[in-house]
């Protein structure tokens, strides 16, 4: 029989993890190939289906408010984002952005957080619940609300630059060339834009994977961008080319969510197999 370090269950000699507890007893081999990935991710979500379930449902109801939402107002409002910029902003129509911005911050801090140990528990192979993902999210509910905060407030202000008339940029450049250097700094800044909001989203993430506070998580994402950029960088490829297939298929962008929860779980894996050797 084997005891359990954690609790000491009684386990049979057979048990990989605590019957009682889910402790792990035997370490678990690191998975350094993409195919290892991938093919530990099918067994996961075979065994345990039920972490599809919350976004299986939030997915639904997003379907359902996004249909109503575009026949009532799509047509107008995207007839609004189109030709926003500083001179022509409705106000009234920028606090509808702001309230729904604000609401979705607040639910985001809750559910991102959820969701996340749900799927690192599933990953872990211990029996994931939505009792104790949900105890977990509230209990960290104030970090992963500052962090959220941060890439809101990051979000809006690029998107505030965006909205400055090309004239008034074309006056801080030199030369005959304006506009040719106008586009050049649109492309950089955008480039460096997104990639310190996917660093700051992957942070967030990394909060949950790692236990650990949004500082540290920022350092360790850094690292492990950079260590792990190459299969990283496979795995994406392969998620685009995915979704690519799906969005084929009639019906195929409904089922899109299952994709990203899939390569979710692979990144989970290899982060976990990467704090294990790094």
């Known amino acids: 029989m084997v005891f359990c370090p954690e609790c000491g269950y009684e386990n049979e000699d057979t048990a990989t993890s605590c019957l009682h507890c889910g402790h792990q007893l035997i370490e678990k081999p690191i998975r350094k190939k993409i ?11 075979e065994k345990y289906p039920k972490i599809l379930v919350p976004e299986t449902i939030l997915n639904g109801i997003s379907l359902i408010t996004g249909l109503f939402f575009f026949k009532l107002t799509a047509p107008n409002f995207i007839n609004y984002i189109q030709n926003l910029n500083i001179s022509n902003i409705n106000y009234q129509n920028l606090s509808y952005i702001l309230v729904g911005t604000i609401v979705g911050l607040l ?8 969701k996340q140990y749900l799927y690192l528990k599933a990953v872990e192979d211990k029996e994931p619940s939505y009792n104790n993902s949900f105890l977990y999210a509230k209990s960290r509910y104030f970090d992963f609300l500052k962090a959220n905060f941060i890439i809101t407030l990051f979000c809006v202000l690029f998107l505030a630059s965006s909205l400055i008339p090309l004239d008034d940029l074309i006056i801080i450049t030199f ?4 506009y040719q250097h106008y586009l050049l700094i649109l492309i950089i800044g955008n480039l460096i834009a997104i990639l310190l909001i996917l660093w700051i989203i992957s942070a967030i993430e990394i909060m949950v994977w790692d236990e650990t506070g949004f500082k540290n998580a920022l350092r360790v994402t850094l690292k492990f961008l950079r260590a792990r950029f190459v299969v990283l960088f496979l795995i994406g490829i392969i998620a685009v080319v995915v979704e690519f297939i799906m969005n084929s298929i009639p019906f195929g962008s409904m089922l899109e969510f299952l994709t990203t929860i899939f390569f979710r779980l692979v990144n989970i894996d290899v982060f976990l197999s990467y704090r294990k050797t790094g």
């Open 35 to 45: 195919v290892e990935h991938l093919k530990y991710t099918v067994y996961i979500i």
């Open 107 to 114: 639910l985001d801090s809750l559910y991102n957080p959820f």
């Open 175 to 178: 030369g005959g060339g304006a």
